[in-house]
């Protein structure tokens, strides 16, 4: 008998036991997903994809947890009924609580009058219980939870803000930060407060990321500085999910941030370049077929050319012919003339054509920042505050 490696990873672990002393398949039966803090993997758990899995991991619960505790990396096995259905929901993971729920009693139906209860059937030896078939949903909802998870957490990750870019969205989303009439950017914590002098041109970079904005002055000129709908879902991605700030100097956080990923702002920009492109294309198309009338032209007029200036002895290339020429029946014998070239010398001179421009291209348009409302839903507490600082 071959006898395995110890295993290197908890991954490992819990597939080797699901899969050789279960017979479940890796994939089709269960994944194995982990939960990640800050780029560190906090625990491993398992995802079932279907009831036979869940019957099976419920029946085999304390197996489970026996044999990864005789290995490196245990694991505790949930199970939960949820209602009166008899069907189980497990949970294997090397972190977290165990729960053990009792399964529901089985609902009893009186034998009817009509009918005798005849004596239950005998099962086969050795034959498995037939497990519960689940919903088609359960499953997909969990993995569907697990993406929108992974999908939130690339969403704070791809934020790049430095500590002092969060600090900044978290006190615009608190109500706190202020232009005052003479430019000056000032967070005040509390009302009445002469506040803290910030850098100004810091607030560039998250203006431009549509994160926030800066209000019409008031009355006294105050300007507040107010988190638009993009900013007050990245402040939320970036405390739940707390990525790593990028470190960087005066010089790099001056510089462009990226946009909030699937957010309003990247939405537009989504929007405007698909405009951008449909323009393009029909001027391309338009500039093409000005191109090919003007080959067409040419192709025509190179003939009629050619015996204008067989005619009238010019050597030049680059003179053009005048239009509405023809040549005399004389000029059409001694220099014998080609009979449809001058049949379409003549024709020109009745309908003259000019040769056809071709339009020039024009430059891409970049985009034009829009204008974002501020975004309403903050608390109750810091709308006051702003009321009273306005």
């Given at each position: 008998m071959t006898t395995l490696p110890p295993p290197k990873s908890p991954t490992v672990a819990i597939a080797r036991i699901l899969r050789g002393r279960l017979g479940l398949t890796q994939g089709r039966d269960f994944r194995v997903r982990g939960e990640y803090s800050n780029g560190e993997r906090l625990h491993s758990y398992v995802v079932t994809l279907n009831g036979v899995a869940d019957a099976t991991i419920a029946r085999h619960a304390d197996d489970i947890e026996r044999w990864s ?322």
């Amino acid at each position: 008998m071959t006898t395995l490696p110890p295993p290197k990873s908890p991954t490992v672990a819990i597939a080797r036991i699901l899969r050789g002393r279960l017979g479940l398949t890796q994939g089709r039966d269960f994944r194995v997903r982990g939960e990640y803090s800050n780029g560190e993997r906090l625990h491993s758990y398992v995802v079932t994809l279907n009831g036979v899995a869940d019957a099976t991991i419920a029946r085999h619960a304390d197996d489970i947890e026996r044999w990864s505790n005789e290995g490196p990396f245990p694991f505790r096995v949930s199970v939960r009924y949820h209602g009166s259905s008899p069907r189980p929901h497990t949970d294997i993971a090397n972190g977290g609580p165990r729960v053990r729920d009792t399964p529901p009693d089985p609902p009893t139906e009186a034998p009817t009058p009509t009918e005798p209860a005849g004596p239950a059937p005998v099962e086969a030896p050795g034959a498995p219980a037939a497990p519960d078939i689940p919903s088609p949903t359960t499953a997909s909802d969990a993995l569907a939870q697990a993406r929108e998870r992974a999908r939130q957490k690339r969403r704070a990750l791809a934020l790049e803000w430095s500590a002092g870019q969060a600090e900044l969205v978290a006190a615009a989303g608190a109500a706190q930060l202020h232009v005052d009439p003479d430019g000056e950017l000032r967070q005040r914590a509390r009302p009445g407060l002469g506040g803290q002098r910030l850098a100004a041109p810091r607030l560039r970079p998250l203006v431009e990321a549509g994160l926030i904005i800066v209000g019409n002055p008031d009355a006294l000129g105050v300007q507040r500085v107010q988190v638009t709908a993009d900013g007050r879902t990245a402040l939320a991605l970036w405390r739940r999910w707390r990525p790593t700030p990028v470190v960087k100097d005066r010089r790099r956080e001056l510089g462009r941030l990226p946009v909030l990923m699937g957010g309003e702002y990247a939405q537009w920009i989504s929007r405007m370049t698909a405009q951008e492109d449909r323009r393009r294309k029909a001027e391309r198309e338009h500039f093409d077929a000005a191109l090919a009338a003007q080959h067409a032209w040419y192709a025509r007029e190179t003939p009629l050319r050619a015996a204008w200036a067989a005619v009238n002895k010019i050597l030049n290339p680059i003179v053009r012919r005048p239009l509405g020429w023809t040549p005399t029946p004389d000029e059409v014998t001694q220099h014998e003339l080609d009979p449809a070239v001058v049949e379409e010398l003549r024709a020109d001179a009745i309908c003259p054509q000019e040769c056809p421009t071709v339009p020039r291209s024009q430059p891409l348009r970049p985009l034009q920042l829009p204008r974002f409302d501020p975004d309403t839903n903050e608390p109750e507490q810091m709308a006051l505050f702003g009321a009273l600082v306005a």
